[in-house]
C-alpha cells in the first residue's frame, strides 16, 4: 500500500489502472452505446443522400455526436456547408467548459494535449471527475476516450456502408442511449458533492425547460448557466 500511495507522476501512476475490472466494465458499457448510436448516425447521413465519406471524415476529424448529428441535419435540410460548420461550432463550445475541468487531467505534454483535446467528449470528462484520484482519473479519461473514439469510428462506418438497409433508426430509441449512461456516470458526483449538485441542479431545469422551443443541443449550452448561478452565490 505504501508503494502505490508514492507512485510517481506520469505514465506509471495511470498505466495500473488501465486493468482495472470495473473501469474496463463501465468503458465498455459506454464505448457499446456510443457504437449503436455511430451505427445510426452513419445510416442516417447516408440515408439521407450524402456520400459515404462524409459521415466517416466528419466522424474522424470533428468527433463531437451531437454537433455531428446536428450539421448532417442542416445539409439534409438544404443548408449550405458554412450554416451546417456554424451549428456544430456553436453545440460545441460547451466543451470549452469541460477542456478546463480536465485539464489537469490529460497532462502536461504538447502532444498529450493536442491529442486529448481531441477525444473531450461528455463521456470522457464524466469518466474522468467521476473517478477518485489523480492517477485513475487520467487512466479514465485515456481508456475511455481512445476507445470511445475507436467504437464510434467503427460504428460510423458500419452505418454508413449499411446505408438504408437499417431502415429508419428512429425506431430502435438510440437517441436513449447516450443520455442513459451519463446519467449512471454521474449520479456518484452528483450524491458526493454538494457543491456539483448547486450547480447542476439548476442547469439541468434550465436545460427542461428550454428544450421544446429550441433546437437540438442548444439545451445543453443553456444547462452552462449553472455554473454562473454556482459562482454567484459563492462570491455573495
Known amino acids: 500500500m505504501r508503494s502505490m500511495q508514492r ?9 495500473r489502472h488501465f486493468s482495472d475490472p470495473d473501469l474496463l466494465r463501465d468503458v465498455s458499457l459506454v464505448c457499446l452505446a456510443g457504437g449503436i448510436v455511430g451505427v445510426s448516425f452513419g445510416a442516417i447521413a ?12 466528419m466522424s474522424l476529424v470533428v468527433y463531437a455526436g451531437s454537433a455531428q448529428f446536428s450539421a448532417v ?35 502536461e505534454g ?11 467528449t461528455d463521456e470522457t470528462v464524466a469518466f474522468a471527475l467521476a473517478q477518485q484520484g489523480a492517477d485513475r482519473r487520467r487512466a479514465a479519461f485515456w481508456l ?20 438504408t438497409a437499417l431502415g429508419d433508426t428512429a425506431r430502435f430509441g438510440l437517441d436513449a442511449a447516450f443520455p442513459a ?3 449512471a456516470l454521474v449520479l456518484p458526483t452528483l450524491r458526493e458533492n454538494p457543491a456539483v449538485r448547486r450547480a ?8 427542461l425547460v428550454a428544450t421544446p422551443y429550441v433546437p437540438a443541443g442548444v439545451p445543453v449550452l443553456l444547462a452552462l448557466a449553472g455554473l454562473f448561478l454556482h459562482g454567484r452565490r459563492r462570491t455573495a
Open 7 to 15: 507512485t510517481p507522476r506520469g505514465p506509471a501512476g495511470p498505466l
Open 46 to 57: 447516408v440515408a439521407g443522400g450524402l456520400p459515404v465519406w462524409v459521415p466517416v471524415v
Open 73 to 107: 441535419g442542416v445539409m439534409l435540410a438544404g443548408g449550405g456547408p458554412v450554416a451546417a460548420a456554424a451549428t456544430g461550432l456553436l453545440l460545441n463550445t460547451r466543451t470549452a467548459a469541460f477542456s478546463l475541468a480536465v485539464a489537469p487531467v490529460i497532462g
Open 110 to 120: 504538447r502532444l498529450a494535449r493536442l491529442v486529448g483535446a481531441h477525444l473531450v
Open 144 to 163: 475511455s476516450g481512445v476507445a470511445l473514439f475507436a467504437t464510434w469510428n467503427a460504428g460510423v462506418l458500419a452505418g454508413a456502408l449499411a446505408g
Open 181 to 183: 449512461v451519463l446519467v
Open 200 to 207: 447542476a441542479l439548476p442547469g439541468a431545469a434550465l436545460a
